[in-house]
């Protein structure tokens, strides 16, 4: 005669039961969901405390320089980290669908990007940190070139996601969001190709593709 062991029931919190996994999902998105916020916060809070620093002519990045360029360098590392596990809960909550391959691939390198920046700190110039020259540097150097580098393929890494996005949001019969997901990116693209002229533009349209991130990633929590 053969008998079988009792088993515990299979409750919903057991690891690996699919309340578990949409709970890691909605976690991985909401840190994504932060990442924008947290940056913009940290940097216009930033912006209109440090001496010498001017919103008009200084990009955020160079909140890196100084003596408190540490805060600057903790933000973008963390904002880079956040940005990655929404990238990481982007993959599980596509998983199977439209965009499941590359939003989530393209994501994480903006996420990464956000890591070198911290690492590769931007040039000083246009005045500040105080006592740098007013104007931009005669020539950049390595490391500032780095940070440039990174910080521009990340958001063309963005807005490249938000394309994908798009198809995503218009399988799904979410017109809003499919527009919204076309339309961003070409601001954001619009706005850093003015950066020479116009630094609150450059600053408005990066800070657009942070909170549509921050918009997507809360979107995308509903659907697992």
């Known amino acids: ?3 079988t ?16 996994d949409r709970a890691v999902t909605r976690g991985l998105l909401t840190a994504g969901a932060a990442a924008g916020p947290l940056f913009l916060t940290a940097g216009l809070t930033q912006a209109l405390t440090r001496d010498g620093f001017d919103l008009t002519r200084n990009a955020l990045s160079q909140l890196s320089l100084g003596a408190l360029g540490w805060i600057q360098v903790a933000v973008f590392l963390l904002t880079g ?11 599980r909550a596509l998983r199977g669908g ?23 700190r931007a040039d000083p110039g246009h005045g500040f940190p105080p006592g740098t020259p007013d104007g ?6 390595a490391e500032g070139s780095v940070h ?6 990340g958001f063309l890494a963005l807005c490249a996601a938000f394309l994908v996005l798009g198809r995503f949001f218009a399988a799904e019969g979410r ?8 339309v961003v990116p070409v601001v954001v693209l619009a706005g850093s190709s003015a950066a020479a002229v116009s630094m609150p533009a450059f600053t408005a349209s990066a800070g657009l593709g942070l909170l549509w ?4 990633a809360l979107r995308l929590t509903d659907r697992r």
Do not use: E, H
């Open 1 to 3: 005669m053969t008998t």
């Open 175 to 182: 017109r809003g969001y499919a527009l919204a997901s076309r």
């Open 5 to 20: 062991r009792n088993r515990p029931p299979t409750t919903g919190t057991d690891p690996g039961s699919p309340t578990a």
């Open 98 to 120: 439209p965009g499941g391959v590359w939003a989530p691939r393209l994501i994480g390198v903006f996420g990464a990007s956000f890591l070198v920046a911290g690492i590769f």
């Open 148 to 153: 440039m580098a990174a910080a521009t393929l």
């Open 136 to 141: 931009a540097p005669a020539s950049m150097s």
């Open 213 to 216: 991130l921050t918009a997507v």
């Open 81 to 91: 980290a956040l940005a990655v596990a929404g990238a990481v809960g982007t993959r």
